[in-house]
């Protein structure tokens, strides 16, 4: 799975790596080094309305288009976790049906956390590029839009899969990476068909572009946001740490 990730660099998300022509982000749009669910996570997607690509800030749980109130957007938030969609699934589970189709978005962080080790045990790692750039989530899109209001909501999932042998010492499940070269067919509104086989090709961690080392733990609490969260940890304070909650 993929429930936490970084964004320490929010102004590396560029034009030339992207490709987007718009966007609409805060103007107090800030780092994040500790990025959970439920909060606004950058993608960039192609807009149907302004017909082109665009990078957004979206809620990180995507929310139906079809509910009909505020309410049910804030019910339906508390009572599901629709962050991440299994790949397995994603082409025919309701939540994610129309969005397969042709609402398909690059969550773009410039790092994700795991945790290792068995229960009293783990270790947060941090995972990112070698040369410190954003890189690319497969994901889905929607728009929830109360037409009464005019109020509207944009929403976002990552797509993850079964781990592949290298990602597998952090979990059993990993988002889909996406290679620089499969961003064009993946966000391509007019492609109805193939999108597995666009999910199955090369991503960065295959080509030796990816480091991880662990990191403080004070990335375990949500809500700790600061530099402080990915902080290297070294050997002796790893190995003191693991002490500490053995005795827990």
Not at 61 to 89: C, G, H, M, W
Not at 198 to 204: C, G, I, N
Not at 231 to 245: G, N
Request: charged share 25%.
């Amino acid at each position: 799975m993929c429930g936490r990730a970084t964004v320490v660099n929010p102004d590396g998300i560029t034009e030339k790596l992207y490709g987007y022509t718009k966007k609409f982000v805060p103007s107090d749009w800030k780092p994040r080094y500790n990025l959970n669910p439920h909060e606004d996570i950058p993608a960039v997607y192609y807009d149907p309305f302004l017909k082109e690509r665009v990078l957004r800030t979206m809620h990180w749980n995507l929310i139906p288009s079809k509910l009909e109130s505020r309410d049910d957007v804030v019910a339906f938030d508390s009572q599901y976790s629709t962050f991440n969609a299994r790949i397995e699934t994603v082409a025919s589970a309701p939540t994610f049906q129309q969005s397969w189709r042709s609402q398909r978005c690059l969550v773009v962080v410039d790092g994700i956390v795991e945790w290792v080790g068995e229960k009293k045990r783990k270790t947060p790692y941090l995972i990112r590029h070698r040369d410190r750039i954003p890189f690319a989530m497969a994901g889905l899109w929607s728009r929830w839009h109360d037409s009464a209001g005019g109020e509207e909501l944009w929403s976002n999932t990552v797509i993850v899969k079964d781990a592949d042998d290298w990602y597998r010492q952090f979990h059993d499940r990993m988002a889909v990476l996406l290679a620089p070269e499969s961003y064009e067919q993946w966000l391509d509104p007019q492609r109805t068909h193939g999108q597995l086989e666009v999910l199955s090709k090369s991503a960065y961690h295959k080509n030796d572009e990816l480091e991880y080392f662990p990191i403080s733990t004070l990335v375990n609490n949500p809500r700790n946001d600061s530099a402080d969260c990915l902080e290297e940890v070294t050997p002796s304070e790893l190995a003191k740490t693991t002490e500490l909650l053995l005795d827990l």
